[in-house]
């Protein structure tokens, strides 16, 4: 008799199986009887198989992390408000279009329901050569690394949660209560340390994708990272010491060739890097299928931007601010900041309410004719597609058109909020759109392939700048800066060789290098800096750029709020569903209630 949870924590339920790399594309477990599943070895891989399904990318659904920090504005709002407006409760945890958002505790508590009943059946299964045995230990230690990445989640969100580490039948107790921070991450570790131990380095052929001991030792080192920081307890010498160890046994990997940090010398390659799930940086991946109907990468519907240039026309949602922009440095490796300011007089097209006729009015502004995209850093022109920046598949290839109409007779271009004969209801409202994760190479007018840019959760460069963090709060300054150079020099920025100020020398390029990767929203929590970002100062902003008749452009800040947000100290806490607080008395709603 199949074994299952109690209540929303713990309900077994019939999933199809998104395909995420060859090695998935088997029939879920579901499909065959329980004690089938545990008489074949063959049939337990595809039980471990379906345990995958609950790696959830970042670009699969319409709701990144990064929706709810100051490195985007999400032009729909649609379920990114709950937390950015700061209506986040027990009773309203759905942050996302997903299972993995929408409903967090009970998606990833599922996955952890799985790996338990694989490795409490596992052994049920006869091995019959030397073959059979080593491919069941690396399923092994497959489904600790999956046991251990889920309650990760489950951490970084929720701090304390219950560590379950069996199966319960339907008249068991539930006494489980949630467990300090510390303990959590200290189980997380083991499972790690268990799966370190069992897994290859590597996989190849249809088994691509698989969980590695690099893959193992990740999580470990993100995990003692967040021990180690303010938001999970009380940092000390010892903590960041053995985060750093953690951080220093992927650089190891690394020095023994397993990982490379590739070199560009355009920001062509390096904007590729992200599209390519064979990039030797890359330590554990979301893939997706090519063929229609399958899981797919959501970037380019999310990303592109409205008009015929990749294919049909793209909803522009996720929208780079105007701060964030600014962030990305010169190509001297120096700040960057927007100079040559002058009040311009512009004439502004707005419709007349009566007759419906374009009225043209003068309006001054501040702005600037200099460009603020000429000699910038290659991070800029490969994450972000800004007015006349390059893009399009094939022949569809030409400039980005975001400037507006700045005198009578000068028609707004295709890509912005003011084009009248396209689809300008999807143009960004930021001056800016997302380039990073979007391949150049994708025909989205081929309706039978689909975009398969992987979701990069681990990779080398994140770890270099991990490990500095872990330096320079060890006091260890001049150490760090070879740590961080490693992923500045690869961007052809000048090498820092200064170590004064180096905590915000770090976390500029740990903001830029990880940008839209869904690290700056742990970060910001991490450091309990949220409130920083959420202040009214920090609220997403636009540039605007207007067209004169003589083509001159002018550029200047909007500085009018799209969004005000709203955070409360809670908020750097995922809340337990209510749901799950009725069904579990023993739980408590901290920090939203008792």
Not at 34 to 57: I, K, M, P, Q, T
Not at 162 to 182: C, G, H, I, K, N
Request: glycine residues 6%.
């Amino acid at each position: 008799m199949k074994t299952i949870y109690k209540g929303a924590l713990c309900t077994l339920v019939g999933m199809s199986m998104a395909a995420c790399s060859d090695f998935l594309d088997v029939d879920p477990h579901n499909q065959i009887s329980d004690a089938a599943v545990w008489s074949s070895l063959d049939y337990a891989e595809a039980f471990l198989n379906n345990c995958y399904r609950w790696v959830e990318g970042d670009n699969e659904q319409g709701v990144p992390f990064c929706s709810y920090t100051d490195e985007l504005y999400h032009r729909t709002g649609y379920a990114t408000e709950v937390y950015t407006l700061g209506n986040v409760s027990c009773d309203n945890y759905n942050v996302g279009y997903s299972e993995g958002k929408g409903n967090t505790w009970y998606f990833y508590y599922t996955g952890i329901k799985n790996t338990n009943q694989f490795l409490e059946r596992i052994n049920d299964v006869s091995v019959t050569s030397e073959e059979e045995e080593s491919q069941k230990e690396e399923m092994i230690g497959q489904a600790y690394f999956l046991r251990a990445f889920y309650y990760h989640q489950l951490y970084s969100l929720y701090g304390r949660i219950p560590l379950v580490y069996q199966t319960f039948d339907m008249d068991s107790e539930w006494t489980q209560t949630r467990a300090e921070m510390d303990e959590v991450a200290d189980s997380i570790v083991a499972d790690c340390d268990r799966a370190a131990a069992i897994l290859p380095v590597s996989y190849t052929g249809e088994d691509f994708g698989r969980a590695t001991r690099g893959a193992a030792l990740a999580v470990k080192a993100r995990t003692l990272l967040y021990k180690a920081s303010p938001l999970f307890g009380t940092p000390s010498t010892e903590k960041w010491q053995e985060a750093a160890d953690a951080q220093k046994a992927i650089i190891d990997l690394a020095n023994e060739g397993v990982y490379s940090l590739p070199q560009v010398s355009n920001y062509e390659e390096y904007a590729e890097l992200f599209c390519n799930p064979q990039n030797p940086e890359i330590i554990f991946e979301k893939m997706y299928s090519t063929v229609s109907g399958g899981a797919y990468s959501q970037s380019y519907p999310m990303s592109s931007p409205p008009g015929a240039y990749n294919g049909y026309n793209g909803w522009g949602v996720w929208l780079p601010t105007y701060d964030i922009v600014n962030l990305y440095q010169k190509s001297d490796g120096t700040d960057f900041e927007i100079t040559d300011w002058d009040n311009y007089t512009i004439q502004v097209p707005t419709v007349d309410s009566n007759t419906g006729e374009i009225v043209y009015t003068d309006q001054t502004i501040e702005a600037t004719r200099t460009s603020p995209y000429e000699g910038r850093e290659m991070r800029l022109y490969a994450n972000i597609l800004y007015d006349g920046a390059l893009w399009g598949y094939g022949e569809d290839n030409h400039p980005v058109e975001i400037f507006e109409s700045g005198a009578e007779g000068v028609e707004s271009g295709e890509q912005s909020p003011t084009y009248t004969s396209g689809e300008y209801w999807n143009a960004t409202q930021t001056g800016y759109y997302l380039r990073k994760f979007m391949n150049p190479n994708y025909n989205q007018w081929d309706e039978t392939v689909m975009d398969n840019t992987p979701w990069i959760f681990f990779r080398l460069g994140e770890f270099y700048l991990n490990y500095a963090e872990c330096l320079i709060e060890l006091g260890r300054d001049n150490e760090a800066l070879p740590y961080i150079n490693e992923t500045r020099t690869r961007a052809l920025l000048p090498a820092l060789t200064d170590a004064s100020n180096i905590r915000e020398k770090y976390e500029q390029e740990r903001a830029v290098e990880l940008m839209f990767e869904g690290q700056r929203f742990f970060d910001l929590r991490r450091w309990k800096r949220m409130e920083e970002a959420y202040a009214a100062e920090n609220c997403p902003t636009a540039m605007k750029i207007y067209k004169l008749a003589d083509g001159t452009l002018l550029y200047t800040h909007n500085t009018t709020v799209l969004q005000q947000r709203n955070f409360r100290e809670a908020m750097y806490w995922m809340p337990v569903p209510r749901y799950e607080l009725n069904k579990c008395p023993q739980l408590d709603g901290l920090p939203y209630e008792e």
